[in-house]
């Protein structure tokens, strides 16, 4: 079975302040990827990042930046000196290599505060 | 380039009636995704389209849902006799489907459908 697990329902922090959110997967396949999407107060989910499962590197793109760790099955995101457009809805999610189902966690409500 | 698009925005009936929702995907994806998503909870898989392949519909909650795609572009989620509790927001994406590797979704501003 597939699942995703995002924790942390609802996370504020200080503008500036830095802030990880954590996703854990459960997944019995040796292939499958992993994603992030934001859903900012406007409602349109936007993709942030793609990773395969064979791909352990970390990854880093401006403030963000992600850790991915098979031997724990987590991929978290951490948002570097977070600014007040970060503030939305971060959703971590598992795909199957087929390609023909998406896993989505509850997301995580992430409240930046000027 | 234009993105997903979905049609109406907003959609109030009454239980009962029958809804339609329509999802126009990115030109060229052949993949193509609906979603529900209640308030609160993440994101519920619904029904998956890939090019000319039978859709993969382990996803539909009930019967009284059903959605096809026409010419392998715009597609239509119907939902018959609704109740209180298909109230939600639908969410159509889409993305380059059929290659080696699972790519990401575009998704479009959704559809929210309120049963009274």
């Known amino acids: 079975a597939q699942k995703v697990t995002q924790a942390q329902t609802e996370i504020s922090v200080v503008e500036k302040e830095d802030v990880t959110l954590d996703c854990v997967y459960e997944t019995r396949d040796t292939t499958y990827y992993l994603f992030w999407y934001k859903q900012p107060p406007s409602g349109e989910l936007v993709f942030l990042i793609r990773r395969n499962s064979f791909d352990e590197q970390n990854e880093i793109s401006g403030r963000y930046s992600w850790n991915f760790q098979k031997s724990t099955s987590s991929f978290n995101f951490t948002i570097t000196a977070s600014q007040v457009v970060d503030s939305a809805i971060y959703f971590c999610?598992?795909?199957?290599?087929?390609?023909?189902?998406?896993?989505f966690g509850t997301g995580t409500s992430l409240t930046v505060i000027p | 380039g234009a993105g997903v698009s979905q049609s109406p925005s907003n959609k109030v009936t009454e239980k009962g009636k029958d809804v339609e929702l329509r999802c126009d995907p990115i030109?060229?994806?052949?993949?193509l995704y609906w979603y529900r998503q209640s308030l609160g909870q993440g994101l519920e898989f619904l029904i998956y389209f890939q090019g000319n392949s039978a859709p993969d519909k382990s996803g539909l909650p009930s019967d009284r849902f059903s959605a096809e795609r026409t010419g392998g572009s715009v597609s239509t989620l119907t939902i018959q006799r609704t109740q209180q509790e298909d109230s939600a927001v639908y969410l159509c994406?889409?993305?380059?489907?059929?290659?080696?590797?699972?790519?990401?979704?575009?998704f479009g501003p959704g559809t929210r459908l309120t049963v009274l």
């Open positions: 994406a889409s993305s380059l489907g059929g290659g080696l590797a699972v790519n990401e979704q575009f």
């Open positions: 030109s060229g994806h052949t993949a």
């Open positions: 999610a598992l795909a199957k290599n087929t390609g023909n189902q998406f896993y």
